[in-house]
């Protein structure tokens, strides 16, 4: 059985990113069917990210423009932290 193809645009991580937030914020009746596909679509976001973090890293090493260095590596900061509190209990 192959996995269905789910496409990680900005618009879909969006969407995502905010119906996880509601969810965490405020406990209601779903479907286990639900929370599993949005766990699904979460850790393909995490994969994702890892890789685009990687891939920025490598290029920000091998560029030669100063400017675009600096953006790439201000960009990889702000990836890298979670708002305060995230994750924590």
Known sequence: M???????DIETLNQISTRLS?????IHQFSLDDLRRDLLIAARC???LARIRFALGEIAQK???H????ELRGLLDDVSVADAGVGQR
Do not use: C, M, Q
């Open 2 to 8: 192959s996995k269905p193809v789910i496409h990680l």
């Open 22 to 26: 509601e969810r965490a914020d405020s």
């Open 67 to 70: 400017d675009a260095r600096l």
């Open 46 to 48: 995490a994969e994702l």
């Open 63 to 65: 560029t030669t423009d």
